[in-house]
């Protein structure tokens, strides 16, 4: 019912930039909360940031300071700035989306997921 794709991974140095977008598809009364998530080689899924329909945020201590969510609810699409980046942010990355279907029941998307790598 709801599609995620990512853009915009890649390999950077260490304290180089990324921006990951995520765009949202697919028929829903309405997409609330989305956010991106990341999982490094053998270690579990965790957040990275959130953000609500209205725009309230929330990070992860761990890039507090360095990454910027943000969204455009008109394209439905999700983006996440990525600063002073450190190889410990090498992870595959994934967008998540929490939508109301017509249905009115609640549906739990997720991205296909894009590798971000950064060297020291």
């Known amino acids: 019912q709801v599609r995620l794709v990512e853009f915009g991974g890649g390999l950077v140095q260490a304290g180089g930039s990324l921006r990951l977008s995520c765009a949202a598809s697919?028929?829903?009364?309405?997409?609330?909360?989305m956010g991106w998530y990341r999982q490094a080689p053998g270690k579990q899924r965790e957040l990275v940031a959130t953000?609500?329909?209205?725009?309230?945020?929330n990070y992860a201590d761990s890039v507090k300071g360095r990454f910027t969510i943000s969204r455009d609810n008109a394209k439905n699409t999700v983006y996440l700035q990525m600063n002073s980046l450190k190889p410990e942010d090498t992870a595959v990355y994934y967008c998540?989306?929490?939508?109301?279907?017509?249905?009115?029941?609640?549906?739990?998307?997720w991205g296909q997921g894009t590798q971000v790598t950064v060297s020291a």
């Open positions: 697919g028929s829903a009364y309405r997409i609330n909360a």
């Open positions: 953000i609500t329909s209205g725009g309230g945020t």
């Open positions: 998540n989306a929490g939508a109301t279907l017509w249905t009115l029941k609640a549906y739990d998307a």
